[in-house]
């Protein structure tokens, strides 16, 4: 057994002191920035990128992955609390889970989502590392024409699971591939885009434009909300623990939480939204008092918070088997393997395997330091909630700004980090969704280097690229995620379910 | 962030308009780029022209879309947005860059940035958050210099260290 062994000089790497210390740091800051509203996961990968670019890349990465885990749990804590979820994949998590905390059964609630999250992490990440190997054999047979169909799939499913409308996405994505261009042609060296701008022939950082639109993106759009968007936290009253009760109404909902959202997660179909929508309608379906929904059932708790975690870890397989972000969160944290040098993809567990079952069994790891600290930890994170709104949005620019000056000590950088702050804010006022542009940027020159390298091989004949089963299969699962929603509209009437980005 | 759901009225949403219209001269820049590009000899089969000419074709298309779903959809009634408290911030934004370029150096600058934030949220007074931001980037600066080694812009005060 190939992948166990694997897996266990994984944990080796995993349990070393250093790499422990940054799982703790990794979970605890995530946490932190999961109940932050404002800032998410995808935000502080991005403002950590360049403080970590010196360190060692295991560990770096390991902080990361804990991070993303972190962000998960701490965004169901302000979902609960606050009544305003952290990162959007807890926006259902809110619902009921507000309702709950209200009806001073806040502490369960946070319980169950806590437990929950365990559970799902735990069940996906051992899928996450039974199937990698499998996908790897198999992707290490695709050619180039094989890669960019993924792409292609990759792109068209993240446009049509973030935002209102398949067109809004569309544009989104596009404007993160224009983005893409700048910079000199690795092929021709040519420099496109760059308008003799010395500071543009290197191309767009996605560090700047990572934290451009959410931190400068999303501090605009609060601060013209004004005084719309006022917040009440809610106490924790009486215990935390669940009762029997309580436990009988959630394993059932935390598991198939978890069978929802971690095959959702690895597809490259985007985000871990759409299984939180997902496991609330078939837990509201399936209660067995269907009319304590809306008013703080705990199932609608569980599930949701199940799936959401289980669909975190589901995208790290395309990500590290395939080199496929589909969340803002897994494109930054490619990002952060490019600045070592690695690319993710089949080739990285053969060249790399100490690294990758490292992260892997880091995120094990992770997992439990998340479920020890969070709930005897919850006070501090309620405290985190109280915070005032100026110093914490005046405190995100400040990172913001540090984070990029850190990357790349130049005022154009900085001048760029405000235009793209100012495309944040557009995008948002208008309902575009801010993910496509980040995957956009970052897949596109992959894309582009795919494109060409299976042109090459045919001479310029551009049917190379659908004579492969596999890049005609992958290019027709592209056509049901861009046709899906109005094929949906259509059969039932309803408008489809979307997720928001940001997580 | 959660705005209800916008109305629609009548007439076509002037904002998506102008979005439309700006995704008709990006096309339009990066065409033009793609066409240069095509002139350029690189004894490939394919240039670097190709990829960009086919974003530029894809945003051409998206402008068309959005202007049709900009008359589809109607003008949306969004909530107005507050000026003031945006023209703090950016004032920060940019005030940062100016102070930066004129050498005030990071913990100026960025206290600065810190104040017109917290301001534009609506917490005064500007000079004692710029004081108190002002000493906190020093700090972040003492760190990231020493300890992290990393290069960040020196004024008046950090060349005191």
């Known amino acids: 057994?190939?992948?166990?062994?694997?897996?266990?000089?994984?944990?080796?790497?995993?349990?070393?002191?250093?790499?422990?210390?940054?799982?703790?740091?990794?979970?605890?800051?995530?946490?932190?920035?999961?109940?932050?509203?404002?800032?998410?996961?995808?935000?502080?990968?991005?403002?950590?990128?360049?403080?970590?670019?010196?360190?060692?890349?295991?560990?770096?990465?390991?902080?990361?992955?804990?991070?993303?885990?972190?962000?998960?749990?701490?965004?169901?804590?302000?979902?609960?609390?606050?009544?305003?979820?952290?990162?959007?994949?807890?926006?259902?998590?809110?619902?009921?889970?507000?309702?709950?905390?209200?009806?001073?059964?806040?502490?369960?609630?946070?319980?169950?989502?806590?437990?929950?999250?365990?559970?799902?992490?735990?069940?996906?990440?051992?899928?996450?590392?039974?199937?990698?190997?499998?996908?790897?054999?198999?992707?290490?047979?695709?050619?180039?024409?094989?890669?960019?169909?993924?792409?292609?799939?990759?792109?068209?499913?993240?446009?049509?699971?973030?935002?209102?409308?398949?067109?809004?996405?569309?544009?989104?994505?596009?404007?993160?591939?224009?983005?893409?261009?700048?910079?000199?042609?690795?092929?021709?060296?040519?420099?496109?885009?760059?308008?003799?701008?010395?500071?543009?022939?290197?191309?767009?950082?996605?560090?700047?434009?990572?934290?451009?639109?959410?931190?400068?993106?999303?501090?605009?759009?609060?601060?013209?909300?004004?005084?719309?968007?006022?917040?009440?936290?809610?106490?924790?009253?009486?215990?935390?623990?669940?009762?029997?009760?309580?436990?009988?109404?959630?394993?059932?909902?935390?598991?198939?939480?978890?069978?929802?959202?971690?095959?959702?997660?690895?597809?490259?179909?985007?985000?871990?939204?759409?299984?939180?929508?997902?496991?609330?309608?078939?837990?509201?379906?399936?209660?067995?008092?269907?009319?304590?929904?809306?008013?703080?059932?705990?199932?609608?708790?569980?599930?949701?918070?199940?799936?959401?975690?289980?669909?975190?870890?589901?995208?790290?397989?395309?990500?590290?088997?395939?080199?496929?972000?589909?969340?803002?969160?897994?494109?930054?944290?490619?990002?952060?393997?490019?600045?070592?040098?690695?690319n993710p993809g089949p080739l990285l567990f053969?060249?790399?395997?100490?690294?990758?079952?490292?992260?892997?069994?880091?995120?094990?790891?992770?997992?439990?330091?998340?479920?020890?600290?969070?709930?005897?930890?919850?006070?501090?994170?309620?405290?985190?909630?109280?915070?005032?709104?100026?110093?914490?949005?005046?405190?995100?620019?400040?990172?913001?700004?540090?984070g990029t000056l850190g990357a790349n000590p130049s005022l154009i950088e900085l001048g760029m980090l405000l235009i793209f702050g100012l495309l944040g804010y557009v995008l948002r006022r208008y309902d575009y969704p801010i993910a496509p542009v980040v995957v956009g940027l970052i897949l596109g020159p992959l894309a582009e280097q795919q494109l060409r390298r299976a042109l090459a091989i045919s001479v310029g004949d551009p049917l190379v690229l659908f004579q492969s089963p596999v890049a005609l299969t992958l290019y027709a699962l592209s056509a049901l995620a861009l046709f899906g929603p109005l094929l949906f509209y259509i059969l039932t009437g309803r408008k489809a379910p979307v997720g928001s980005d940001e997580d | 962030m959660s705005d209800s759901r916008p109305t629609s009225t009548a007439g076509p949403d002037k904002g998506r308009f102008v979005i439309a219209f700006a995704l008709a001269l990006l096309s339009l820049v990066v065409g033009w780029d793609a066409w240069r590009l095509s002139g350029i000899n690189t004894y490939s089969a394919v240039g670097p022209g190709a990829f960009p000419a086919i974003i530029s074709a894809g945003l051409a298309l998206l402008a068309l879309a959005n202007a049709v779903e900009a008359v589809r959809e109607g003008a949306q009634d969004r909530p107005r947005d507050e000026i003031g408290p945006m023209a703090w911030v950016l004032g920060g934004l940019i005030g940062q860059i100016v102070l930066l370029a004129f050498g005030a150096g990071f913990a100026i600058a960025t206290g600065w940035l810190f104040a017109a934030t917290a301001k534009g949220f609506g917490r005064g007074p500007v000079w004692g958050h710029f004081l108190v931001g002002a000493v906190m980037c020093f700090v972040i600066y003492v760190v990231f210099a020493k300890g992290l080694q990393l290069a960040l812009p020196a004024g008046p005060l950090e060349r005191l260290i």
């Open chain 1, 1 to 342: 057994m190939d992948t166990f062994a694997a897996l266990g000089s994984g944990v080796m790497v995993a349990l070393q002191p250093i790499n422990l210390l940054f799982a703790f740091v990794g979970v605890m800051l995530g946490t932190a920035v999961g109940v932050l509203p404002g800032i998410g996961p995808a935000l502080t990968v991005a403002l950590l990128l360049p403080i970590t670019f010196k360190l060692d890349p295991a560990g770096s990465l390991i902080m990361f992955a804990g991070i993303y885990y972190g962000g998960m749990y701490g965004g169901s804590t302000a979902s609960i609390l606050l009544n305003t979820p952290g990162e959007s994949a807890s926006i259902v998590t809110a619902l009921e889970g507000n309702k709950m905390a209200r009806a001073g059964r806040g502490g369960p609630a946070l319980a169950t989502a806590a437990i929950g999250s365990f559970v799902a992490g735990t069940i996906a990440t051992i899928g996450l590392a039974l199937i990698a190997p499998t996908v790897v054999d198999i992707a290490i047979s695709f050619g180039p024409e094989d890669y960019f169909a993924l792409m292609v799939l990759a792109f068209t499913t993240v446009s049509a699971a973030f935002g209102s409308s398949v067109t809004r996405g569309l544009t989104s994505l596009f404007l993160g591939l224009s983005l893409g261009l700048i910079g000199i042609d690795l092929q021709s060296g040519q420099a496109r885009l760059s308008f003799s701008v010395p500071d543009l022939l290197d191309g767009v950082e996605v560090t700047t434009l990572a934290v451009a639109l959410f931190a400068i993106g999303e501090t605009l759009s609060v601060v013209a909300a004004g005084a719309r968007a006022d917040e009440i936290i809610e106490p924790v009253k009486g215990s935390v623990f669940m009762n029997r009760e309580d436990w009988k109404r959630s394993w059932k909902p935390w598991l198939r939480g978890t069978f929802l959202g971690f095959p959702i997660g690895a597809m490259p179909a985007g985000g871990a939204e759409i299984p939180t929508f997902l496991s609330y309608a078939l837990e509201k379906r399936l209660c067995k008092k269907p009319g304590e929904f809306g008013n703080g059932a705990i199932e609608g708790v569980a599930g949701p918070e199940a799936a959401n975690n289980a669909a975190a870890a589901g995208v790290l397989v395309p990500l590290l088997t395939l080199g496929l972000p589909t969340s803002a969160t897994a494109a930054i944290m490619l990002a952060g393997f490019q600045q070592y040098g690695m």
């Open chain 1, 350 to 402: 053969a060249t790399n395997p100490d690294l990758v079952w490292g992260l892997i069994a880091s995120l094990f790891i992770a997992n439990g330091m998340l479920l020890v600290l969070n709930l005897p930890l919850v006070g501090l994170w309620v405290r985190l909630l109280a915070i005032p709104r100026p110093w914490l949005y005046g405190g995100i620019l400040v990172f913001a700004t540090l």
